[in-house]
């Protein structure tokens, strides 16, 4: 009967209501301006937290991330749903994982920030979300001429379990070394100590909302991208009533919780160049089109014993590293000072994916 609801329409709402409550009072108790939950942001920070990158602002192993995966996790073990697989296309979806954090580094957020902000009243938010959907288009044309990344394959039960066990060895490491006051290392892991990076809910807090939603999200098949793609495609809305109830619920509870500030200046690691608010989400959103599913329904497959997903995820790491290392990612101030050719080259990378790999030409 449980599972029944979550994967009804009522219940996707319910999971999409669940995100746009939780996500503004992530924020509330500490996570940064309209990025209570940003799976492209958490997963650049843990970059920098294991020292992949050294922007020392943007540093933070973010237990939401963590309890995503084990979350699903635990759903998928308790609905028999645990199935190890993997072998489509490895190569192909770690390099989309690259671009899509590229991508959204340059708007500075994932689809559920980009619905986070407009709930906060983030007009730039609009900007990115219509490059989204450009970018979801662009995908579905190569979806109907034939492109494929291939079946995947059943795989040992061990192989579904390494990005889980490696969630939960980030976990430990959070525990060994917490962060000392004032200092931006602790043991093996980078703190920031100003910036996005030193903004952050209490630990337990975290952790117990990213278990839920991985939770609930696994058992609803929750995604963005797909909602999109279902919507442009099929002209079906069963997935897209939930990514409505995000954004109003969003809304309402920032209202609620006095963070509803409208506008397009001025908005929290945020910045207000239009043009490349929309190019950085439609390649982004090209790259989750073409891999499958957006970064947070990656995060939940992977859980659930997903290996190609979990390359994504990997994917998606790797890009905040070489994102922040090469000066690709914006901030607040605007563009990196390489961003618009990483862009350029992302989308060279992403079409001839998409031409390249269709079974009929």
Known sequence: MIKNFFASRWGIIG???????????????????????????????????????????????????IGFVIGSLVAAYLFKEFKPRGGSSPITRFTLGVFAMIGALVFLGCPWRAMLRLGGGDGNAIIGLLGLIAGIWVGTLFFKSGYNLGRSRNSHPSSGWLLPLAMLGLFVLILVYPQVEGSAKSGVLFYSIKGPGAMHAPVVVSIIVGLAVGFLAQRSRFCTMGAFRDLILFRQTHLFGGVVALIVAAFASNLVLGQFNPGFASQPVAHNLHIWNFIGMVLAGLAFALAGGCPGRQLFLAGEGDGDAAIFVLGMITGAAFAHNFGLASSPKGLGPHGIAAVVVGFIVCLFIGFTMRKKI
């Open 15 to 65: 999971v999409g209501l669940v995100i746009g409550i939780l996500a503004p009072l992530l924020q509330k108790l500490g996570n940064p301006g309209n990025m209570g939950i940003c799976v492209a942001c958490f997963e650049r920070d843990i970059a920098g937290a294991i020292g992949l990158h050294r922007a020392g602002v943007v540093q933070y192993v973010r237990p939401e991330i």
